[in-house]
């Protein structure tokens, strides 16, 4: 008998190319008692009758073997092919059938009108080989119409640019990547975050890391805001650091869907969770970090006083960011005139928190000799201006060099 869906209390450890690694961990989850969503998953299976029922797979077999992976245009290119087809192919009867009918199920059991659509992909959060953001998740769909859509909107996903070459990086057959399709009901969360069990900043194991925003998680994960950030001791569980950051936006659900808003001013520079949940998050982080045996990235939200757990995922780049680690403090050294140099990143944290590679490159210009800071310091006769400039990049954020600030 062919699978079609499944629900959040029927997974099991073994369903992982059925369900994809998502739902599976979704579904230790609620053994565990975790406070998840309930919902249910289209399965694996479901998408292959699509493919089949629908002639996409030669024509997809076709596009990927004229793949030069070495040009963006080629690659961009046919994603785009790809994608397009696979949206406009019809659900067959029988699926979309057992899809609706399922929808209306979990509206009635959950009394919600807004749902998430989520892909859980058979090669995602796997020990070697993460895929995390990769793919494609619809918020706020409030009807069995768009449901229908944003489920081929995440097969699609497959095929988005940066998972083509990923996989083909990894010597992944991409027709053997299968994409499994996650409807859960919508919790409107007043603020989210994720959490490390580990530091990914300084790699201690003996730490916890929280980044935490004002309403939904979508805000923090897709880098809209940069939040505050919470340092937790794992033996003892005290609040070693607390970093607040200026959260101008939020992202909500409403009744007519998701939109992204304005953060009150009073609001902005405000701790957006209590030390009470501090702790009550990390005590979580650890029962799951214990449960599935590694350090977990956890996706986690509070609504009604309540802590919510949307996802966790194996940290599978410990190793690698141990090298990271060494390069940068190599680099730092470098970069350092003596072990007295003064870094400070005063405003710069908040005007330029993460620069992306064209940003920082334009940046570091206007602050160089041959920039706007070079030509101040010649009409106005101030010391000289170091030639590469008076910014350097630590760890992906900009930092003043106060020592040439100050020849």
Not at 83 to 108: F, G
Request: glycine share 6%.
């Amino acid at each position: 008998m062919k699978i079609l869906l499944k629900w959040l209390d029927e997974v099991e450890k073994t369903d992982l190319q059925l369900v994809g690694s998502k739902f599976v961990n979704l579904g230790e989850l609620h053994n565990m008692k975790m406070n998840v969503p309930f919902g249910f998953c289209i399965t694996t299976t479901a998408y292959q009758e699509f493919v089949q029922e629908s002639g996409l797979e030669k024509y997809l077999s076709d596009i990927l073997g004229k793949i030069n992976y070495d040009d963006y245009d080629s690659v961009n290119g046919a994603a785009e092919k790809m994608k397009a087809a696979t949206v406009n192919q019809k659900i067959p009867e029988q699926i979309k059938d057992d899809i609706t009918v399922s929808y209306n199920k979990l509206r009635t059991k959950t009394k919600t009108i807004h749902f998430a659509v989520r892909s859980s992909c058979t090669y995602e959060d796997l020990p070697d080989s993460s895929f995390a953001g990769q793919y494609d998740t619809y918020l706020g769909i409030n009807s069995i119409e768009e449901l229908l859509l944003s489920v081929k909107k995440c097969w699609a996903s497959l095929w988005n640019p940066h998972a083509l070459v990923y996989r083909e990086k990894r010597n992944i057959d991409h027709l053997k990547a299968l994409m499994a399709v996650i409807i859960q009901p919508m919790i409107a969360c007043k603020k989210s975050g994720v959490m490390f069990t580990v530091n990914p900043v300084s790699n201690e194991r003996d730490e916890i890391f929280l980044n935490a925003s004002w309403g939904l998680g979508e805000a923090i994960v897709s880098e809209q805001v940069v939040g505050d950030e919470y340092i937790v001791n794992k033996a003892n569980e005290d609040i070693k650091l607390k970093k607040i950051s200026n959260k101008d936006i939020k992202i909500v659900q409403l009744p007519k869907g998701i939109k992204r808003i304005q953060v009150a001013g009073d609001k902005r520079k405000q701790q957006c969770i209590s030390d009470e949940q501090i702790k009550k998050l990390a005590s979580i982080g650890l029962k799951l970090e214990s449960y599935f045996g590694c350090p977990q990235d956890i996706e986690w939200g509070i609504a009604n006083k309540n802590i919510y757990i949307f996802q966790t995922r194996d940290i599978t780049t410990l190793d690698r960011n141990k090298d990271v680690i060494k390069n940068l403090i190599k680099e730092l050294r470098t970069k350092s005139y003596d072990q007295k140099t003064i870094w400070c990143n005063t405003l710069l944290s908040e005007m330029l928190p993460a620069p992306k590679p064209l940003s920082w490159e334009v940046m570091k210009l206007g602050l160089s000799k041959e920039g706007s800071f070079g030509i101040y310091e010649r009409e106005v006769g101030l010391g000289k201006v170091a030639s590469e400039g008076l910014l350097d990049l630590i760890a992906g954020k900009p930092y003043y060099n106060i020592n040439k600030l100050c020849d």
